[in-house]
């Protein structure tokens, strides 16, 4: 038998393309709720960011990807206790006989490591953030809290280039000291 709306046939008694049913009724979706709705206002890649498509994004690029969606403080956070990990590595690891010549590998390897926990925990890190700004929102502006989150640009070109500068000049200013 074929759907007398569609003219396609119908399977299981019902058409899959208009809900038609054989004895006449009419199938039809209940519209629920959109959930999320306020992550998906405040940042426009919630539905990637929360499956977590793009790992492989920020496991490259690591505190430049959080500085890119302003968690500006969190990026040089990680990057600081990377940076200080690799440091204490090469200084106590270098002074043990037989292997201070694995001491790049090491590096290389606890890079690697940090890079993959940078791809898995980043996204979840800038979700965070996303609500708590929403909570801020609704707390400061409780009745039109929308308008706010409409407006607000969750990344910003401007804020990777300000995190370079200021991790840039962290790192020199650590190495300038440290080798005194």
Aim: glycine fraction near 4%.
């Amino acid at each position: 038998m074929k759907c007398p709306n569609c003219n396609i046939k119908l399977v299981d008694k019902c058409c899959p393309r208009c809900g038609y049913l054989e004895n006449g009724n009419k199938v039809s979706l209940k519209e629920k709720p959109e959930k999320y709705i306020d992550e998906k206002n405040i940042n426009g890649n919630f539905d990637k960011l929360n499956r977590n498509e793009n790992s492989i994004v920020p496991m490259f690029l690591g505190g430049i990807y959080l500085a890119y969606y302003k968690c500006i403080f969190t990026s040089l956070f990680i990057n600081l206790i990377e940076f200080l990990i690799f440091m204490l590595t090469n200084y106590y690891i270098g002074r043990i006989p037989y292997f201070n010549a694995y001491v790049p590998v090491i590096i290389v390897l606890l890079f690697i490591a940090f890079r993959f926990i940078m791809g898995s925990i980043s996204n979840t890190i800038i979700l965070f953030y996303d609500k708590l700004k929403i909570k801020y929102y609704k707390k400061i502006h409780p009745h039109d809290y929308q308008k706010y989150l409409f407006k607000y640009k969750n990344t910003s070109i401007i804020d990777v280039v300000f995190y370079i500068i200021l991790f840039m000049s962290m790192f020199l200013y650590l190495f300038t000291d440290t080798f005194k």
